[in-house]
């Protein structure tokens, strides 16, 4: 499978047009969900910081190129946004955490606010143009209540050809007026992506101060929050373009790496199926044989079988 890849990911089209990948909230690590064509792709990242502005460009070993911005990302022109840092570092936002709402579950000390920051912003879009990049083929961002907004702020041109999109919107209000879950749901929809993955975290609905009633040892505290049940509190959800419009043939090859990197097998089938039937390139009936064959043969996986005959006793 990686020597296929390999061969797609150097086909004389995505030589010239690499796949974009764009990152904000980005984490020192790599997205796992991109290692197997990382080093094929330019990646875009994005992350806030209280330093001077500036692009680092560099080829890595991680990346054909990787451009990292240390700016808060908005979806708006103002030059600086207020950023509320958090106890917890990874519920920082420039959203102001709706402490009110939160107070009903055990997880409300991590979003207390300990200092306000102004810091200067950037849009993706104009970073892109600086950089004379004029597409993305996966998105992804964990902004912290901002991730719809700064999805469709890239404008229709660029979300339409977007492969793969890859946000956690919120469930329960944990900032005051992020962008939640339905709409989310309802504007991918509507642009056409269906959703692949879906996966619910979240916290346990219990007022925090009765949580203290019960114990003030924090050791003790951890334990019963480990013993009761979780409530769905936001979601990291993943979305695939449905490709019903005229389709290149450089998006169906990345359609069908990114399907086939996620087990997304069925969809690359289709994918294959369709690009076959559009184009000549010898490289899609290669890829329509192997994924048929994955389909055809995958029940012969060993623990594949473990799992359909524990589901049937």
Not at 154 to 162: A, F, Q, V
Not at 164 to 191: C, F, M, Q, R, W
Not at 252 to 277: H, M, N
Request: with cysteine.
């Amino acid at each position: 499978m990686n020597k296929l890849i390999h061969k797609i990911l150097n086909h004389p089209i995505l030589l010239e047009r690499p796949p974009v990948l764009v990152d904000i909230g980005a984490s020192e690590k790599i997205n796992p969900k991109w290692r197997k064509f990382s080093k094929y792709s330019v990646c875009i990242a994005f992350d806030a910081d209280d330093r001077d502005f500036s692009i680092v460009s560099k080829e890595n070993e991680e990346f054909k190129k990787l451009y990292k911005i240390n700016r808060i990302v908005t979806a708006n022109d103002s030059s600086s946004n207020k950023f509320y840092l958090t106890k917890s570092p990874y519920c920082s936002s420039s959203l102001k955490p709706d402490l009110s709402s939160l107070s009903n579950y055990t997880f409300y000390k991590k979003f207390e606010v300990v200092s306000e920051k102004v810091l200067p912003t950037v849009r993706v879009k104009n970073i892109m143009k600086e950089l004379n990049i004029e597409y993305v083929d996966w998105f992804k961002s964990d902004s912290q209540g901002t991730d719809l907004r700064l999805f469709l702020d890239l404008g229709e041109d660029i979300n339409k050809n977007i492969i793969v999109a890859e946000l956690e919107p919120g469930i329960i209000d944990a900032y005051i007026n992020e962008d939640k879950l339905i709409d989310v749901i309802k504007k991918l929809s509507e642009l056409n992506f269906w959703c692949s993955d879906f996966t619910i975290k979240g916290s346990i609905r219990m007022n925090h101060n009765l949580l203290n009633y019960i114990s003030n040892n924090e050791f003790f505290k951890k334990l019963i929050q480990l013993s009761l049940k979780s409530s769905p509190g936001w979601a990291e959800l993943m979305f695939f373009n449905s490709f019903n419009e005229n389709v290149s043939l450089r998006n169906y090859l990345i359609g069908w790496v990114f399907s086939i990197t996620q087990k997304q097998y069925g969809f690359a089938f289709e994918l294959a199926d369709k690009a076959r039937k559009n184009f000549n390139d010898p490289i899609v009936n290669e890829l329509f044989t192997k994924t048929k064959n994955i389909i055809k043969y995958r029940f012969l996986n060993k623990n594949l079988i473990l799992q359909i005959l524990k589901s049937k006793l």
